[in-house]
């Protein structure tokens, strides 16, 4: 269900509240008897005015909440009495603290701002953008960050054109903050380095948990680092129309046939996330799948998976992208997170990295 149109048309009305609280105030002020009065309307006008409105906006409300109060006393006789001086003096007050609010409320805003600014450019540094096309595959990446703060996320992806076919890794560190980005960082280089050097999938991912045992060693401290991933890797030799794959504790790939079916790809052997090594080993057995020309495969993290609705229900993507074709990846992803923001109503509380790459 879209919900763009009952929320703009509150935000809407929202917006118009101060203007039309000092309407009723002056009709309810100036149609009942003296003893009656609206002051509680012509305070709340402003400081409803105070979070939405520009400082400009909030003091010409809070102005017009006093001349308002001013004027009705003046035409009730009332002026200078005990009772319209104390109620006119508590308007003024109120209006005053409205700016004050304000103030504050808009250096907030801004220093929100700067700290998302900060976040995507630093998102930006350690996620490039790939090519659109790559070692002849159509590629599509997406970075959606969550709309509940403005710390940097730990979802990550990269593609690497190499000897033994492109390789791709999609993750996602525990936690948010710098140590996130420290641990994206030192995962996105060793994978970068072992896709050139490394004969097969599976010691990609080994090396990936040797270089975050490392950097876990090197910084000695869980507040620093966040000590593990989890990961999908995939490999599309050049020239074969197969997918080798890969999992770490990630959420299931899906393929995307070209008639519209959807399969999960989901690990026959289930493995621990990169970097918990020392809780145990598994042998990394990489998976082979069919690739044909004309499907999509879908990377995606948990912020895809377990996007919620305001009931609780959890975003089915397998079910959403069932009997849909797309003309190409980058639409297929904007489709996806359109759809994601809807369905949270704007509130999704977890970054999302989507990658997608079609054999043409």
Aim: glycine share 8%; with cysteine; aromatic share 6%.
């Amino acid at each position: 269900m879209d919900q763009e149109g009952p929320i703009s048309y509150a935000r809407t009305v929202v917006r118009m509240l101060p203007a039309l609280l000092l309407v009723v105030g002056a009709f309810y002020d100036y149609l009942t008897p003296s003893e009656f009065t609206a002051a509680p309307l012509f305070t709340a006008a402003p400081l409803i005015a105070a979070p939405l409105y520009s400082r400009r906006g909030t003091i010409l409300t809070g102005l017009g909440s006093v001349l308002v109060v001013l004027a009705i006393h003046i035409q009730l006789g009332i002026a200078f009495s005990v009772a319209g001086i104390t109620e006119l003096a508590t308007v003024l007050t109120v209006a005053v603290l409205a700016v004050l609010i304000n103030v504050l409320v808009r250096r907030g805003r801004e220093e929100l701002a700067s700290q998302r600014e900060i976040a995507e450019a630093a998102q930006r540094a350690v996620l490039p953008e790939p090519a659109e096309r790559i070692g002849g595959f159509a590629i599509a990446a997406r970075y959606e960050a969550a709309q509940a703060d403005a710390s940097i996320g730990g979802d990550l992806y990269a593609v690497q054109d190499s000897p033994h076919g492109v390789r791709l890794v999609v993750g996602d560190v525990r936690g948010k903050g710098m140590g996130a980005v420290a641990a994206v960082a030192v995962v996105i280089g060793a994978f970068r380095e072992a896709a050139e050097q490394e004969a097969t999938l599976e010691a990609v991912a080994q090396r990936l948990d040797r270089a975050l045992a490392r950097e876990a060693a090197r910084r000695a401290g869980i507040e620093l680092f966040e000590g593990f991933t989890t990961a999908v890797l995939v490999e599309l030799p050049h020239g074969s129309g197969i997918v080798r794959m890969v999992t770490r504790g990630h959420p299931p790939p899906l393929l995307l046939c070209p008639d519209g079916a959807v399969r999960t790809l989901h690990a026959r052997e289930p493995a621990l996330p990169l970097g918990m090594a020392d809780l145990g080993s598994w042998p990394d057995r990489a998976e082979e799948t069919e690739f044909r020309s004309g499907t999509t495969l879908l990377l995606y993290t948990d912020g895809l998976s377990e996007a919620r609705d305001e009931l609780g229900r959890f975003f089915e993507p397998a079910d959403r992208l069932a009997g849909r074709v797309f003309p190409d990846p980058a639409a297929l992803l904007a489709a996806l997170a359109q759809e994601v923001r809807r369905y949270t109503g704007d509130a999704a509380t977890d970054d999302m990295a989507l990658l997608a790459v079609r054999r043409p």
